[in-house]
């Protein structure tokens, strides 16, 4: 069995009879298959053409690119669609064209008109609500550090013939952090106001998803209120056990500790 040694010395051997202008092949070809590889690795530039969509409209734009022959590039794990860079302002006309991707408030509207001659007052006048809640989501979406956003409108028919007719209400749950969401909250209520009629500032309740309530002020009782009243209380407990101690056992012969557990719990009742 040949060794290691002669294995290397016969393929050397191989090798020093090759040509020069084999090694010059061998150049040309391992030469031209880096600057192929290189070529398609870079291929053209991308710019981003849309991102942060929701998966239904990621999907409708991915369909109607591949039915334009654009190519695309999914990146940010799917969160972003990318196309060549000397095509995305045809990809972008070509999407506006076709109305892709319609937001969700134009869905909404599309479906009030395309409603059939036949259909209930009930159920346009339920069309027409649902197309002003995704309005207004939509509208909300656009504030900053807003992810997402659910309103819901509860508009009660006019009952002209009752001194307290029912008033609209609205209630909206956003995808924000407690501090976003509490500095846009006043801005949130007053997009509603201007655009339920007839709705009040007091009838609007504003929550994250964490179910914290920044709007209206007076149920918003946030997290450090609540943590400063709990101090009070325990303070004012402890002042109170101290003057009534001190009499009997004397200033420094005992030590007053107080933990207090207050319930912040609010509850409404209609009568």
Do not use: C
Request: glycine share 8%.
């Amino acid at each position: 069995m040949p060794s290691l040694a002669d294995s290397y010395k016969k393929v050397a051997g191989y090798l020093a009879n090759v040509p020069l202008w084999g090694w010059m092949l061998v150049g040309i070809a391992v030469l031209a298959a880096a600057i192929g590889g290189g070529v398609e690795l870079a291929g053209p530039p991308y710019a981003v053409l849309s991102d942060g969509l929701t998966p239904a409209n990621g999907g409708k734009i991915i369909a109607e690119l591949q039915k334009l022959g654009i190519p695309y590039r999914l990146e940010q794990a799917g969160n972003v669609i990318a196309v060549p860079d000397d095509m995305l302002g045809q990809a972008r006309l070509e999407l506006g064209d076709a109305q892709i991707p319609q937001s969700g408030a134009q869905d909404a509207v599309n479906a009030l008109v395309n409603a059939p001659l036949t259909a209930s007052d009930l159920a346009q006048q339920t069309l027409a609500t649902r197309a002003l809640e995704q309005s207004i989501s939509d509208s909300i979406m656009q504030m900053n550090g807003v992810q997402s956003a659910q309103v819901f409108v509860a508009t009660p028919d006019d009952t002209p013939f009752l001194q307290d007719s029912p008033k609209p209400s609205a209630s909206v749950i956003i995808g924000a952090t407690d501090e976003t969401a509490r500095a846009d909250a006043q801005a949130i209520a007053n997009l509603i106001s201007g655009a339920v009629p007839g709705i009040s500032s007091d009838d609007i309740s504003i929550q994250t998803l964490s179910g914290t309530t920044v709007f209206p002020a007076s149920k918003a009782l946030i997290p450090e209120s609540q943590i400063q009243v709990t101090r009070e209380i325990e303070a004012d407990a402890q002042q109170r056990i101290t003057s009534l101690l001190t009499p009997i056992l004397g200033a420094d012969n005992f030590r007053v500790s107080v933990l207090a557990n207050v319930d912040f719990s609010q509850v409404d009742i209609h009568q």
